[in-house]
């Protein structure tokens, strides 16, 4: 049990570990005297990470976590979060065990929590352009494609490079997250964000870069699409719910239905009187083609204001020390 009240005293440090032997040694080597503990958590690996990480390691910080059964980097980072919150760490690290991310950079990446500037920090590839020459081009593109989508499914727009997995939260966030919820596979990353925007919790990026060398990714991108396409919409219509009808109402309430429903009324006229044209029976006139249009244009600029307004209201006040203290007082009580 950690009983440091000290943030930069009391840092935890998870890695997932799952077919990462050729590199899990030497980023356990790699973390510096900054951390506490480290949680190593064996994904059910065929390969043994959590054996060879006992049998090999000397480092009295290290503890080893096994799963019966896969289930998946999200739900070996529940796992270890779970344990870390038990332990009563202050910050917690996920680092991934196959190497491409440096150890040394935990100091970067929990500084902005212990100087209560940010509740949770995610590293970002893309700050720099001289970073991203040893990233092969297919991930470049599929990572700016992701952020996109991302910024739009979380309401973190000033976010990107969404699907790193190098990342600190301070402990007062992460016992309010509902870790039974998150999604348990590679979606993990971009359910945090949502769930954290939820929470209304200040997420920063700080720029890192990666290391590629013999490593194999275990994601198979033409089986993730659909199930990221699926989650990101029902992500984001979660979200909007949450945040302007069940937590408060803004114009932005109103602006987002009354656009949608403006596009689909334009639609339905309009193709209703296309049809109509194109079988002869009549001409649509000028003020006919306004008519349709006309409900389609207003939508969209309302769609735009709601936007708008969504970009505007991206977290800035840190919540964890306001979650700390609620925590403190009902510990108080019970």
Known sequence: MLKNTDLSQNIAVVIPAYKVTGHIMSVIAGIGAEVSIIYVV??????GSGDLVASQTTDLRVKIIKHLSNQGVGGAMITGYRAAIQDGAGIIVKIDGDGQMDPSLIPLFTSPIIQGEADYVKGNRFYDLSFLRDMPPLRIFGNSMLSFINKISSG??????????YTAIHIAIARKLPLDKISSGYFFESDMLFRLNILRAVTVDVPMNAIYETEVSNISFSKIIGEFTYKHIRNFFKRVFYNYYLRDMSLASIELPLGFLGIIIGVIFGTSQWANSSEGLNYASAGTVMIAALPIIVGFNLILAFLGHDIASVPRIPKHKYFQQLHDILEKKS
């Open 42 to 47: 064996d994904d059910c690996c065929p390969d």
């Open 156 to 165: 973190y727009w000033d976010i990107f490079d969404p699907t790193n997995g």
